[in-house]
C-alpha cells in the first residue's frame, strides 16, 4: 500500500531539494550513524533515507545494497507522516505493508522502526530507519538511540546549509570589495594623469599596485569556497598581467609559476613583491627604449619550502642612482615588510647581465630578514 502525500508535501520536497543532498557520494559522517543505529538496535540493515518525490534515496546504508527504491516499497513514506519513531513489529500483518514489494519479495523484510528527519521549519524530509528479516520490537533504550540519531543526521543537514550560506555571503563580500578596490584603483589613475611632480607620482604608483593587487585576491578568493587559501599560480599571474598591461613595448615578460595552493597573505604579499621588482625594473633596467625582459618564477624547492626569482636582463650594475627621498623608497619598505611578514630569506643583485631577487621561504621558515642593503632596483 502506497502511502498518502504528506500534507504539505510540496513545501516538504521544496526544503529537502534545498539541502542538494540527494544523489551525493557516501560520507563517513552519515555511514558513522548507520552503523550505530544498527548495532544499538541489534539489526541487519539500517538506512538513512530521504523520500523524494518519486522514489526514496538513501544517503547511508548497512545491509541493504540498493542506493534507492520505488515510493511503492517505501516504507519511510508511511513514516514521515507521524511526528514520533514508526515502529511495525511485523510489516507483514500491518495493513499499509503488507502487500509491500519489500516485504512479499526475495528480501523478506519483516520489521521496521524508522524515526523522522524533520527540518528546523517542522517538516520531514525521511527517516532513520532499521530494519530486520524477522518481527522485532524495540525496548525505550533503542527508540530514544534513534530518536537521538536522528536528530544528529539533520544536525549534519542543516550545519552543510549555514556552511553554504556563510560561503556565499563571503563570496558577495569580497565580490563587493574587489569592484571597491577597481574603484579606488580607477580615481588614483585618473589622479595619477593630473600630477607631474615626480614624488607623487611614485607613491601613487606603488598605492594603485597594491590596490591592483588585492582586489585579484579578492577575485581569486571568491572560488576557494570560504577557504583561506588560493592557487597562487592563478593569482601570480593575474597580478602580472595587470603589470604587463601598464608596461612599455620594449619590455616583455616571461612567468613559470609553480601549481602551489598556499595562504591568501602569503601570496599577497609575493605579489607585493613582484609588483615592487617589476616596477623598479621597467623604471630603471631599460632606459632610451632599450628592449629587455622581466622574468619571475616561484618554484617548490622541498616539500613545503619554497623560491621566488625575479630577474631582467637590463642595464644592471650599470645604473647608480639612489634614492633621495623618502617616497623613492617606498617600493623598498613595501618590499621588507612583504619578506618580512614570509618569514624567508632573500638575496638581490645588480650584475652586467641585469638585476635579480631571489627568495626563498616556506610554511615554516622562521628566519630573520634584513633587507637594509638591498639594492636600488627594489626602490620603486
Excluded at 508535501?9 to 544498527?38: C, K, Y
Excluded at 627568495?359 to 630578514?369: I, W, Y
Amino acid at each position: 500500500m502506497r502511502a498518502d502525500l504528506h500534507p504539505l508535501n510540496a513545501e516538504r520536497l521544496d526544503t529537502l531539494h534545498g539541502f542538494d543532498i540527494l544523489d551525493t557520494p557516501e560520507e563517513a559522517e552519515f555511514n558513522e550513524i548507520v552503523e550505530l543505529a544498527s548495532q544499538i538496535c541489534g539489526t541487519p540493515i539500517s538506512l538513512i533515507s530521504l523520500v523524494d518525490e518519486d522514489r526514496q534515496w538513501f544517503k547511508a546504508s548497512v545491509g541493504f545494497e540498493r542506493p534507492e527504491t520505488s515510493l511503492e516499497e517505501s516504507i519511510c513514506s508511511h513514516a514521515i507522516l507521524d511526528n514520533d519513531i514508526l515502529e511495525i513489529n511485523d510489516l507483514k500483518t500491518d495493513d499499509r505493508t503488507a502487500d509491500n514489494p519489500l516485504c512479499v519479495g526475495e528480501e523478506q523484510v519483516r520489521f521496521y522502526a524508522g524515526a523522522p528527519l524533520i527540518a528546523s521549519n517542522g517538516l520531514p524530509m525521511g527517516t532513520l530507519c532499521v530494519l530486520d528479516t524477522k518481527p522485532l520490537e524495540l525496548n525505550d533504550f533503542q527508540r530514544q538511540a534513534l530518536r537521538v540519531l536522528s536528530r544528529q543526521v539533520m544536525k549534519q543537514l542543516e550545519l552543510r546549509i549555514a556552511l553554504r550560506n556563510q560561503s556565499i555571503l563571503q563570496a558577495e563580500a569580497d565580490h563587493r570589495v574587489k569592484n571597491s578596490l577597481q574603484s579606488m584603483s580607477a580615481i588614483v589613475r585618473i589622479y595619477t594623469r593630473k600630477i607631474t611632480d615626480p614624488t607623487a607620482l611614485e607613491a601613487l604608483g606603488a598605492i594603485q599596485r597594491r590596490i591592483d593587487a588585492v582586489a585579484e585576491l579578492h577575485q581569486e578568493l571568491q572560488g576557494t569556497d570560504g577557504r583561506d587559501t588560493i592557487d597562487a599560480a592563478t593569482y601570480l599571474e593575474r597580478v602580472l598581467n595587470l603589470l604587463q598591461e601598464t608596461a612599455p613595448e620594449n619590455v616583455s615578460f616571461r612567468s613559470d609559476f609553480a601549481a602551489i595552493v598556499m595562504r591568501s597573505d602569503q601570496a599577497a604579499n609575493l605579489a607585493m613583491i613582484i609588483s615592487e621588482f617589476v616596477a623598479n625594473s621597467i623604471k630603471h633596467a631599460f632606459p632610451n627604449g632599450m628592449p629587455g625582459e622581466i622574468s619571475i618564477r616561484l618554484s617548490v624547492v622541498d616539500p613545503g619550502q619554497y623560491r621566488l626569482e625575479c630577474g631582467d636582463n637590463g642595464i644592471g650594475q650599470q645604473t647608480t642612482k639612489e634614492p633621495t627621498t623618502r617616497t623613492e623608497g617606498i617600493g623598498l619598505s613595501l618590499v621588507n615588510a612583504a619578506v618580512s611578514s614570509l618569514g624567508g630569506n632573500s638575496e638581490a643583485s645588480l650584475t652586467g647581465d641585469g638585476s635579480s631577487l631571489i627568495l626563498d621561504f616556506g610554511e615554516s621558515s622562521v628566519a630573520e630578514q634584513d633587507l637594509k642593503s638591498m639594492p636600488q632596483m627594489v626602490e620603486g
